[in-house]
């Protein structure tokens, strides 16, 4: 499509949202840079109850994790195997840039907590070639993602950021343009009575009596020489409470004085709570339920750790993002072209370096990677020969596998015999020609043949003898 076409048709998310409204923003040559703000409003903020607990972490470290599976616009065969990436806008936003402020893996993060923290996320085209509410064909050129608002038959409201103005709005588009993720693991993070919840709320309750414990009280009691019952007694008790109070809050270091009657008795430590001994409790379920275990956090998890960890959790958030990219924004058409929003996870990214050389000679040797590829994982540049582009086991005779340097098999000789006389010949000593006997063969000879040939070599080697003496002796 030329650039005026594409120019003529480019369609915005929200500039559809701002019809539907009669809005027209206009900003003026002395307000060019648009509103300001001294946070990033494009990133979905997470709420204030995870945000202070250790579930953002839980978060974080998922979301890094799912941020290095790499997910592209690929072509595959009819039994589903990838042939090669689509060189397409849509391609670029799931591998270079979702949109002019987030970079493909930043925006794959954001997916995921937001999803995490909501239970659910919507990835929004913004930017496309054509109309998505009146075709279907058309080109993604940016995403980003959305926060659900509000649930309609057909539709959905959401609200997302629109870097035209530098605000989050909200905007309507149908469920089929949208891709729509709900959390998998939704039961066990976000149901009210779900053990994530549950251990937010004990933490809650824990950072409240933290605060309480933490704060500016003394926490001590004053043993004055009488029995205070009366009323009078209990006044002038008040009054000599209030006394050390004003005593202590007036003085520069904290120092008070009381009579020599008096004393001053300090509390110890509170009466503990079970609050520590539930939150283990939840907490340990939680890392069971989600498939962590505390060594993949610290990065000590051995490969069956890691092996459960990628299975359980991360594949799931995977695949579940993936499969709606490929519900939503490809068409039937061009999923029966061979069109696909596919997956690709590092293979060697566990594998320690004792063991990388052994896992390149198997993938080598049984002709699954050539050299170059092995050579990429390694991180080094690839080398133009044409061997190194080849799939062929390194430990077999390359005379064997290269057509170029195949030895005829007709010209190949039996291995109890040498070269036939009848392609060397014989050379005679005293006329110095060959003296080919003409024989295929030496199976042909008769016996009085094969003897005068014999007798022949006997004389040659006789004379190689005189030979070797006469340079001997001088």
């Known amino acids: 499509m030329k650039f005026a076409d594409r120019l003529s048709h480019a369609w915005n998310a929200f500039t559809m949202n701002d019809t539907q409204r009669n809005q027209t923003k206009i900003y003026s040559k002395a307000f060019t840079n648009g509103m300001t703000s001294s946070a990033r409003l ?28 790499e997910i592209r616009h690929a072509r595959v065969d009819q039994n589903g195997r990838f042939q090669e990436e689509i060189s397409s806008n849509l391609n670029e936003c799931l591998s270079v840039s979702a949109n002019k402020d987030q970079t493909a893996r930043a925006f794959l993060m954001d997916v995921v907590l937001s999803m995490f923290d909501e239970g659910d996320v919507a990835i929004v085209p913004v930017d496309t070639t054509f ?8 080109d993604i050129q940016s995403v980003r993602t959305g926060k659900v608002r509000q649930w309609m038959p057909d539709h959905v409201r959401l609200e997302v950021y629109n870097d035209k103005t530098g605000q989050r709005e909200e905007i309507t588009l149908p469920k089929s343009k949208v891709c729509l993720i709900e959390n998998p693991l939704y039961q066990v993070m976000n149901e009210p009575n779900s053990t994530l919840q549950r251990l937010k709320h004990k933490l809650a309750l824990l950072d409240a009596t933290d605060d ?11 043993q004055l020489p009488y029995t205070i019952k009366s009323e009078s007694r209990m006044e002038q008790a008040e009054k000599r409470r209030k006394q050390v109070e004003m005593q202590l809050t007036d003085s520069k270091y904290g120092v ?27 907490t340990d379920q939680l890392y069971s339920q989600l498939g962590l275990t505390p060594a993949v ?6 490969p069956q750790e890691m092996l459960n960890y990628n299975n359980r959790t991360i594949e799931p958030i995977v695949g579940a993002i993936v499969d709606e990219m490929h519900r939503k924004f490809l068409t039937k058409t061009a999923r029966t072209q061979g069109q696909a929003i596919v997956y690709f996870r590092a293979p060697f990214s566990l594998v320690t370096i004792d063991n990388l050389a052994d896992m390149a000679e198997k993938f080598t040797r049984n002709e699954i990677l050539n050299s170059n590829e092995v050579r990429a994982v390694l991180g080094y540049r690839p080398v133009d020969t044409p061997r190194a582009e080849e799939l062929l086991n390194k430990n077999i005779n390359p005379v064997a596998n290269d057509p170029q340097l195949m030895i005829d098999p007709t010209q190949q000789l039996p291995i109890d015999q040498t070269m036939p006389p009848e392609q060397e010949g014989i050379v005679d000593a005293e006329t110095g020609q060959n003296e080919n006997i003409g024989l295929s063969s030496y199976e042909d000879m008769t016996s009085e043949e094969l003897e005068s040939y014999l007798k022949k070599l006997e004389a040659y080697d006789s004379e190689l003898d005189d030979l070797d003496k006469q340079v001997d002796e001088a």
């Not at 008070?256 to 539930?278: C, F, M, N, W």
């Open 42 to 69: 494009e990133k979905t903020p997470l709420r204030i109850g995870t945000e202070r607990t250790i579930l953002a972490s839980i978060y974080n470290r998922i979301a890094i994790d799912v941020a290095t599976i």
């Open 131 to 138: 109309d998505v509410t009146k075709t279907n064909s058309y």
């Open 212 to 222: 309480k414990q933490n704060s500016d009280k003394l926490n001590m009691i004053i």
């Open 256 to 282: 008070a004085y009381i009579d020599g009657t008096e004393k001053i008795v300090q509390l110890g430590h509170p009466i503990e709570s079970r609050l520590i001994e539930q939150i283990t409790y939840f």
């Open 297 to 302: 956090f610290n990065g000590t998890a051995n």
